[in-house]
């Protein structure tokens, strides 16, 4: 005859039993040993032997809610399925196992080896303690609104989640990172701070924690009666510590009693009573900043259908050992009565033992027949693995191609330069499984940009990465998660071209932001790379609003003397300048040096002088601009002529014969005194004297005439 046994797997204790059994066992799911007894070692049910529990050291095969031990979860199991408690008839059993929400599938499961390798079960179904829960109200008679909120508040997590007829709604399933451990190790902390130093004792410092602690419904109200003295403060305990030999768990003296006061070590417990359960309704109080119990409660209903808003609103039950705490379920529809709107009607299901109350609900279900055909057998689960490996090697292959609309592919922005392919990997594989991690980089310097793509499974893997991803901080920047666009998944590393030199006048151009004043040069990118080497060619000198403009690979901060892109034909030479070394068909160009540092405003470093500034000449010579010629260069200084220059020669001059000179004005000009070297005006030509310059449009000598030197002595 087939049996059925239930095994909620909790971290802090495991509720086990059969579904003929009217209570479960509740046993400690860790391996304890006692600092006076240096060769036993408590394993689970073993525990209730120790007598001294002062200095207990535990080894729990979870940590932060995730069983990673599995070597301990198995010495824990084996002392329970075996003939010392359960005696299960492996080959005969179902076994129903409950998981934690959303398993990372980073961390191995090896619960399916274990079950049926190790212990042979005839079939196994896996599910979640608060889905037992919501399952329980599907079959249950009186029973007739299937939607509900579930409050699991644990040992190590708190998890809101919401159901409809037996099923979670995945978008409004929260987790707030604080449970009993966290609470117990707070009060040990403060407790070791200012009394007496008890952080080797986190055993009876749980038992202090449930038996002191509360929740105040009005933290500010209760922390003025702390601050008050002798009879005023009704809030101050103290807590008689266990000495093992004449009680072994400590107790609240009430005021007044001083019985064996002086033989006895007490602790004097004040504003931790209700400070300590106050962290389930803040956690910022700590510096976890995240939501509490009330606030997450309406934003996972908030994320849930409108229509079902009312319902769930109207059905919530409150499990976990920290709903034990006094005070705890006032607190909660207090505080969720200022999130939630006016129109819905706050109701919370009493539960007689938040503990072993998911256990109930698995029996009552299995009963109701909640889990007809969710059982699978050993070559099942192996054929299905089998077929899951195989799917991902062929993906891996790209040997099978996912369907267009399954979007399982994020965007990953913000990422520090440090943050490599496998951290990001490693990262992201905490949320799904990942098919592939894509970060585009610099093909020269093999930096990535600070982004990347993450491709996983399935798209509900990406969606519940972007959930819980999204700006936590990696290498102290905050990462910017979400889903990557269909363009944006082929995305690459173009070029970036530095075009410098540019008239104020030209549009699109970098600015300085306080000012607005032009900054003389422009960014372009290019999808290719050749692309961007034939805008090189093609436009490295040429003329813009009057102005030769550089064009050249734009060089980043941090580069190290790279061109920003591949190795490309190098342009024409300018006229003028000596042409550059041939290139090897196939090498790469050799570095250039490395730029000065750019100033805090600019994106990019300096670039060289263009050749125009630079003393070369251009190959063209730029167009006179509209309304005037163009003045190459500032005038020279003015010269001194004679009133009437006499008439040019109208025969050439002899050969060997020296030419008269020009007569000289004998007045000087302003700050010339006699005796300075003063430049002449430089001989004419044998053609036409020109007619004199008109001072409304002034014709500069040529620069390039040698002029004699004349003195004032001439």
Known sequence: MSQTLILDNGVGTIKVGYTSDELPKVISN?????????????????????????????????????????????????????????????????????DPIYNVPAIKDLSDEILFEQYGYHSLTKTSATSLIALADTVAEQCTDHCCVVVDSGYSFTHIVPYCNGVAIRKGIIRIDVGGKLLTNLLKEWISYRQLNVMEETYVMN?????????????????????????????????????????????????????????????????????????????????????????????????????????????????????????????????????????????????????????????????????????????????????????????????????????????????????????????????????????PKDRVTNSHQGFGFVEFMGEEDADYAIKIMNMIKLYGKPIKVNKASAHEKNLDVGANIFVGNLDPEVPKIMRDPETGNSKGFAFINFASFEASDLAIEAMNGQFLCNRAITVSYAFKKDAKGERHGTVAEPPPPLWGMPPPPPVTPGARAAPTPTPPPPPPAHMYSRMPPPPFFAGTRTPFPPPPPPGGVRMMRPPPPPVIRPPNPPPPPTSATPSGATPAPVPVSTSLPTGVSPGMNVAPVAPLSTASAPPPASDANPTPVPNSVPSPTATPEQ
């Open 207 to 439: 038992e202090c924690k449930e038996d002191i602690c509360y929740v105040a419904d009005d933290f500010r109200k209760h922390m003025n009666i702390a601050q008050k003295r002798k009879d005023e403060n009704s809030i101050l305990r103290r807590y008689i510590l266990p000495d093992f030999m004449s009680h072994n768990r400590g107790f609240v003296r009430e005021p007044g009693n001083d019985v064996n006061a002086d033989d006895c070590q007490e602790l004097v417990v004040n504003l931790e009573r209700f400070a300590v359960p106050e962290v389930l309704f803040s956690p910022r109080d700590i510096g976890l900043f995240q939501m509490g119990i009330p606030e997450a409660i309406a934003t996972s209903v908030s994320r849930c259908p409108k229509a079902m808003h009312g319902r769930l609103y109207s059905n919530i039950i409150l499990v976990g050992g920290n709903s034990l705490f006094s005070g705890y379920m006032q607190r909660v529809e207090a505080d969720l009565r200022a999130f939630a709107e006016d129109l819905y009607v706050l109701r919370f299901r009493q539960v007689k033992d938040p503990i072993i109350h998911a256990w109930l609900c698995g029996k009552q279900a299995f009963l109701g027949g909640a889990f007809d055909g969710r059982f699978v057998t050993k070559g099942l689960v192996f054929e299905l693995q089998r077929l899951i490996e195989i799917c991902q090697l062929a993906q891996s292959r790209k040997g099978i191609k996912r369907c267009d609309y399954l979007d399982a592919t994020i965007y990953v922005g913000g990422l520090d330069e440090k943050v490599t392919d496998a951290i990001l990997w490693e990262l992201f594989v905490q949320a799904g499984p990942v098919v592939s991690v894509n970060m």
């Open 30 to 98: 860790c391996i304890t040993k006692s600092k006076n007894e240096r060769k036993r070692v408590y394993t689970a049910d073993e525990f209730v032997e120790c007598k001294d529990h002062s200095s207990l050291y535990f080894l729990i095969p979870a940590e932060k809610g995730y069983i990673v031990n599995w070597d301990v979860e198995q010495k824990i199991w084996d002392r329970i399925m075996r003939k010392d408690v359960l005696n299960v008839q492996f080959a005969d059993t179902k076994l129903v196992l409950t």
